[in-house]
């Protein structure tokens, strides 16, 4: 008979281990719960119910709630910016940037809020929030532009860049706006200009 020895290490792992996949679950339902409710609707005591724990379990994971935020905001713009990367990959190099605008201003990402990209969901609610929850939104959005400009024929230029804060701007006020408004038809219009104004000839 084959003998298990549970030896402290071994148990240290594993509660460790728990402790990581619990603390990836409340960063990822507090990364949903932000971009459907914003900072001010996300309370802790719902982020740790949609994640399955206790409220009480909080401060084993987090020193305060501005910390849970921030690991929340990094988590959203990491998942925007690795999906945006991922569609511009697919794409033949010279329609990269035209899919890429299609899949961001698309009818899906407009009603995809908590799966979606934070700074439409959040962009207004950024200048009062805590220190590090802006540090880690500005991270993501400085790659977000990064990536816009990557895409440009002009890459490594001061054009590239200059044109890459315009795209990034522009694609996610229309789609600010366009979730904001409750006209439909208004809506579809924003997001189609943005597109129509930004996607290249034969894009």
């Known amino acids: 008979m084959m003998e298990i020895i549970v030896t402290e290490s071994t148990m240290k792992r594993a509660t460790h ?16 719960a932000i971009r459907r409710s914003g900072y001010g609707g996300s309370g802790v005591a719902d982020i740790m119910k949609a994640a399955g724990l206790t409220h009480g379990g909080f401060y084993a ?8 935020l921030a690991e929340a905001a990094d988590r959203a713009g990491a998942e925007t910016v690795a999906a945006l990367t991922r569609i511009a990959a697919d794409a ?5 940037m035209g899919s890429l605008l299609r899949a961001y201003l698309s ?13 439409a969901a959040l962009g207004s609610e950024m200048p009062r929030q805590a220190p590090e929850v802006r540090r880690a939104a500005t991270r993501h959005i400085k790659e977000m532009i990064d990536l816009i400009a990557r895409q440009s024929p002009e890459w490594g230029g001061p054009a590239a860049h200059e044109r890459a804060l315009v795209t990034v701007a522009t694609m996610v006020g229309a789609l600010s706006l366009a979730r904001a408004v409750d006209d439909l038809r208004l809506s579809d219009a924003l997001r189609e200009a943005a597109l129509n104004h930004l996607v290249p000839v034969n894009g």
């Not at 281990?17 to 949903?32: C, G, L, N, P, T």
């Not at 994971?61 to 849970?68: D, T, V």
């Not at 033949?92 to 990269?96: K, L, S």
Request: proline letters at 7%; hydrophobic letters at 35%; charged letters at 35%.
């Open 61 to 68: 994971h987090f020193a305060s709630r501005e910390a849970m």
């Open 107 to 119: 009818k899906e990402h407009l009603e995809a809020t908590e799966r979606g990209c934070p700074a």
């Open 92 to 96: 033949p190099p010279q329609r990269a």
């Open 17 to 32: 281990s728990r402790k990581e996949a619990s603390h990836e679950r409340i960063v990822e339902a507090a990364a949903r």
